[in-house]
């Protein structure tokens, strides 16, 4: 089986916008700096099994307590 370059470009473009929206996602309830988070997955995008883990621990982080969430 042959893998054109521009098919690999396109899935890895594609990889590389959804791990930036998910990342922003869960870096929002998972981490005080969501557009870092959001940053740092669009750099794992590039190697797909670490897109992968890096997603996993993201989901598998407790979510950030804030105190504007907090109500007394």
């Known amino acids: 089986m042959n893998i054109n370059a521009t098919f ?14 998910f990342g ?8 005080e700096t969501p557009k870092l988070t959001a940053f740092v997955g669009f750099l794992t995008a590039f190697v797909p099994p670490l897109a992968i883990i890096f997603l996993m621990v993201l989901v598998l982080k407790s979510d950030v307590r804030r105190d504007k969430d907090i109500s007394v």
């Not at 690999?8 to 929206?21: D, N």
């Not at 922003?24 to 981490?31: D, E, F, H, S």
């Open 24 to 31: 922003y996602i869960l870096g929002k309830r998972k981490t």
């Open 8 to 21: 690999l470009g396109q899935v890895v473009f594609f990889l590389a916008i959804v791990m930036v929206i």
